[in-house]
Each structure stands twice: as structure tokens, then as C-alpha cells.
């Protein structure tokens, strides 16, 4: 079985890339939003982001304490790797998990992440694809989704790797800018896939 690791950046539409391909059936591994669900039942993983950053971490009814957490990360970015360093590892142990309730018979599976090649996670991977939209589209998309500002999406645009390295690194491109389509393209890559794991 092949794995496939999907990213793009903020706004780039890549979770609508892998909704494309679910319906072609094939499983995808939604490697952020496992992130927030494991903040709250990864045991090993609580117990680390107590330790690094305190019992006001999490409230007590045990939910994260989104607030405390980003107070201390967003600004210090030592801070941020040291909350990456105890995530990733998190999120990998989930997706081994997951990959246990994949078929056998299933051709290929995707893991999508917006830190993917930051991670490390694309080595896990036996491809990478990347998502990529002009910047204007994908401050557009961002402010639409979330409510917030063109400075708060440029800020947030800033703390990720730029799509000229990522594509140095992935294998596979879908151009996600409206002038092209998604569809298609997906098609098309699936239809590749395919060939590769004969």
C-alpha cells in the first residue's frame, strides 16, 4: 500500500484536494485535525504539554486551554518547536494506529498535513503532493473561512515554509487557483497512483 502525503499552505485548499479523492474512495488521514483530538486523549502527550508548559494547560474538566497555550507559543518560536516536538511525535503514533484499519486491499492512502515536510512526516511517505494557490486567492479564502484580517492570515502565512521550497521537495503539484480544475487534476493523479502500485 502506498502513502501519499498531501500539503499546501494556509488557504491553499488542499483538504478540498483530499475530499476529491475520498471520492474516489480512497482513505485520507486528516493529520490536524487528529492534532486537536489527541491534544485532549494522547495521554503521553498531555502529560508533556503539562510538564512543558503547566497545569493551566488544560482546565478542569481536562479540555486544552487554547489561550494559555498560545500565549506562551505564538510569539516564541522556541517555544512553538518545543509544543511541535512533543505534537508530532503524537500525530505519528496516531496515523501508525489508523494505518492498522486500512484494508489490505485498499491501493493507496493519503495523509494530509500543513507540516508535512517541517515534521518530517513526508518521510513516512512514499510521495508527496502539493497544493499550492496564489497568495491573493489564499488570503481571500483564509479571511472568508476564519473571520480575521489580511495582516493576521499574512502573519500566520509567514511562520510556514513558502511554496518554492515545498516544491523542491514534492513530487506532484495540483494548482488549486480557480483557473484550473481540482477535479481533474485529482483524477488525473489518482489514475497515476494507481499505475504506481501495480
Not at 44 to 63: C, E, N, P
Not at 95 to 105: E, G, Q, R, S
Request: with cysteine; hydrophobic share 40%; charged share 25%.
Amino acid at each position: 500500500m502506498i502513502k501519499i502525503g498531501v500539503t499546501g499552505g494556509i488557504g491553499s485548499g488542499k483538504s478540498t484536494v483530499c475530499r476529491v479523492f475520498e471520492t474516489f474512495g480512497i482513505p485520507v488521514f486528516y493529520a490536524d485535525t487528529v492534532a486537536k483530538e489527541i491534544m485532549v486523549s494522547d495521554e503521553i502527550l498531555v502529560a508533556g504539554v503539562k510538564d512543558a508548559f503547566g497545569q493551566a494547560s488544560y482546565d478542569h474538566t481536562g479540555r486544552l486551554n487554547n489561550k494559555h497555550i498560545a500565549a506562551i507559543v505564538f510569539n516564541d518560536r522556541e517555544q512553538l518547536d518545543k509544543l511541535n516536538s512533543l505534537v508530532h511525535p503524537a500525530v505519528f503514533r496516531a496515523f501508525d494506529n489508523w494505518m492498522l484499519t486500512i484494508p489490505a486491499t485498499t491501493p493507496y492512502i493519503l495523509k494530509e498535513a500543513a507540516l508535512l515536510f517541517e515534521s518530517g512526516s513526508y518521510k513516512m511517505c512514499d510521495y508527496s503532493v502539493l497544493v499550492t494557490a496564489p497568495k491573493a486567492v489564499k488570503v481571500q479564502r483564509v479571511m472568508h473561512r476564519d473571520g480575521v484580517s489580511a495582516e493576521q492570515v499574512e502573519a500566520r502565512m509567514d511562520k510556514q515554509m513558502s511554496d518554492e521550497e515545498k516544491s523542491n521537495m514534492a513530487g506532484f503539484l495540483i494548482r488549486n487557483d480557480e483557473g484550473q480544475s481540482v477535479i481533474h487534476q485529482v483524477l488525473d493523479l489518482h489514475h497515476q497512483f494507481l499505475n504506481l502500485t501495480k
